[in-house]
Nanobody
């Protein structure tokens, strides 16, 4: 049984920062990442990080967001700087043991950026 628990969402002004955190109940997740979804829009991959610390970022967040793993391999963070109203949405943590394995999802944390 795997659970992902997210925290760190909130309401901020444009230009502000938030740090999202996610912890998995097991320590064997190789790939972890963050997705987001706004009402009426498709869920999109925001960032991911592999066990080798290779990272991927959506073009819309490059240079503003940073994904990292904690000292415990079952944790992942998303540092979000210079936030824009278009960043508003529900952010979901995602994890896999390998690319062929099942995806595990967190419950989502709300991020709202006001002008």
């Amino acid at each position: 049984q795997v659970q992902l628990v997210e925290s760190g969402g909130g309401l901020v002004l444009a230009g502000g920062s938030l740090r999202l955190s996610c912890s998995a109940s097991t320590s064997d997740m190789t790939i972890m990442g963050w997705y987001r979804q706004a009402p009426g829009k498709q869920r999109e991959l925001v960032a991911k990080i592999t066990g080798g610390a290779n990272t991927y970022y959506a073009d819309s967040v490059k240079g503003r967001f940073t994904i990292s793993r904690g000292n415990a391999k079952n944790t992942v963070y998303l540092q979000m700087n210079r936030l824009k109203p278009d960043d508003t949405g529900t952010y979901y943590c995602n994890a896999q043991r390998d690319t062929a394995g099942p995806n595990y999802w967190g419950q989502g944390t709300q991020v709202t950026v006001s002008s």
